[in-house]
């Protein structure tokens, strides 16, 4: 299965990154996902479930540390091979 993370950290800064979006920035870009996409006012990521269900667990955790007071996240499955469009299991029983 692969899933797309979209996330914010807040509060906002419009003069510099503050130190909570650089440490969420630096643990997406560390992980070891597919696909990252950065910006000012909203970051994605894709991958394997497993690479970025632990990417947000340390997103989570260390943005937390550093100083956001709120984390905005949307998690997406955006493909698995096992399922049709109905998100049935395809090929077991009927």
């Not at 990252?36 to 970051?43: I, L, M, Q």
């Amino acid at each position: 299965m692969r899933l797309k993370v979209e996330f914010t950290t807040e509060p906002f800064d419009l003069d510099e990154a503050p130190a909570h979006a650089l440490v969420a920035r630096e643990v997406i870009e560390a992980a070891d996902l597919d696909t990252v996409d950065v910006g000012p006012f909203g970051n994605t990521a894709e991958g394997a479930a497993e690479a970025v269900l632990a990417a947000v667990d340390a997103l989570l955790r260390k943005s937390l540390g550093a100083g956001a007071t709120r984390i905005s996240l949307q998690v997406n499955v955006i493909g698995d091979a096992d399922r049709d469009a109905g998100g049935d299991v395809v090929g077991e029983g009927v």
